[in-house]
């Protein structure tokens, strides 16, 4: 008898508690749609990560995220399945700077705001556009070419340009940063610009084919890529073709600071690291915190970045790298 009592007790306990949760109103959960670039990189993979850190259903969010695969035209196609689904939100990390405007308009219309991070797009009404957490892509650029300027002053020096995806924010800041080093020193001479599209397949490619073209080695005396990816396949390619990476050879300029791009760093093959902080995720969270609450966010939120020299790359200082 006791043990029907019993069971009877924990059914009836079971009933009243799920009884309580279909009576507590399912926690509204704040509906995100993202659309990345793709995963080109480790910075691009670092910066997943991070967005995804943010965005859970423990923080009160349900993320629809979707790959691009590095084409726009996916990237717009998403937008317009987010407003189909009447996402509260939509993130976008934009490949490129142009051809945004109709589908943020739409965007616009359904009265959906848009945050743009890392990148930023070129659109006639900037009220397309509710906030961007990204970086000083120009600025990162201003660094290295200074670091350039203090190490050859008006040295002769001989270059080759790794660019990233081109049309990019971060490719045409850090283009930007390098073509103007090039005017102010005329004893800079540019060998090669060569488009490394932010990975190392490609530009380890590029680098092989434009070296292959000499019959005999000609002297480059620094090689400034857009990303640390690129710098990876460069130094592959030059070191084939009997190159040293290193002070006493070819300057190799990189962009991130990824993990491995620092420990290249440490080892002398990358000459400088500039840093471009891929970990976003908390500040675009804290950008539509702020817009759920009703306030008007900033307009641009930028991430600290620094650079880091081979004698800069100590043990402490990887213990505190996220990627
Ligand atoms: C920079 C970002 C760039 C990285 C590359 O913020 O746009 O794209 O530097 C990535 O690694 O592919
Ligand atoms: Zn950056």
Not at 285 to 307: C, F, H, M, W
């Given at each position: 008898m006791k043990k029907v009592l019993c069971v009877l007790l924990a059914l009836l306990l079971t009933m009243t508690g799920c009884a309580r949760q279909a009576a507590e109103p399912e926690e509204e959960l704040i509906v995100v749609g993202m659309s990345q670039v793709g995963a080109e990189s480790d910075w691009r993979v670092a910066n997943t990560e991070s967005m995804r850190r943010e965005?859970?259903?423990?923080?009160?969010?349900?993320?629809?995220?979707?790959?691009?695969?590095?084409k726009q035209e996916n990237q717009i196609s998403a937008i317009r399945r987010f407003i189909q689904q009447r996402v509260d939100y939509i993130v976008v990390m934009p490949i490129g700077e142009t051809g945004w405007d109709s589908v943020l308009q739409e965007a616009k219309k359904a009265g959906i705001p848009v945050i743009l991070v890392d990148r930023t797009v070129d659109v006639e009404d900037e009220s397309l556009i509710a906030a961007r957490v990204g970086a000083d892509f120009y600025g990162e650029g201003r660094k290295a070419v200074a670091w350039m300027e203090q190490t050859f002053g008006a040295e002769p020096i001989r270059i080759v340009h790794i660019q990233g995806t081109l049309g990019a924010t971060s490719q045409l800041g850090r283009t930007a940063a390098l073509e103007e080093g090039l005017a102010r020193n005329e004893s800079w001479e540019l060998l090669a610009q060569l488009d490394g599209d932010y990975t190392q397949a490609k530009s380890y490619e590029l680098m092989s084919d434009y070296l292959s073209q000499f019959p005999v080695r000609p002297k480059i005396d620094v090689v400034y890529c857009e990303n640390d990816n690129e710098a990876y396949g460069a130094i592959e390619a030059l070191e084939e073709n009997g190159y040293i990476c290193g002070p006493e050879g070819v300057a190799?300029?990189?962009?991130?600071?990824?993990?491995?791009?620092?420990?290249?760093?440490?080892?002398?093959?990358?000459?400088?690291?500039?840093?471009c902080n891929p970990l976003l995720g908390p500040l675009a969270?804290?950008?539509?915190?702020?817009?759920?609450?009703?306030?008007?966010?900033?307009?641009?939120?930028?991430?600290?970045?620094?650079?880091f020299l081979p004698g800069d790359i100590t043990d402490e200082l990887l213990g505190t790298r996220e990627y």
């Open positions: 965005f859970t259903e423990e923080k009160g969010y349900r993320l629809l995220f979707e790959d691009a695969r590095q190799v300029i990189s962009f991130d600071a990824a993990i491995d791009a620092l420990l290249y760093c440490r080892e002398g093959k990358i000459a400088l690291e500039v840093e969270e804290s950008v539509i915190r702020s817009l759920e609450a009703g306030q008007t966010p900033e307009k641009n939120y930028y991430v600290d970045e620094q650079v």
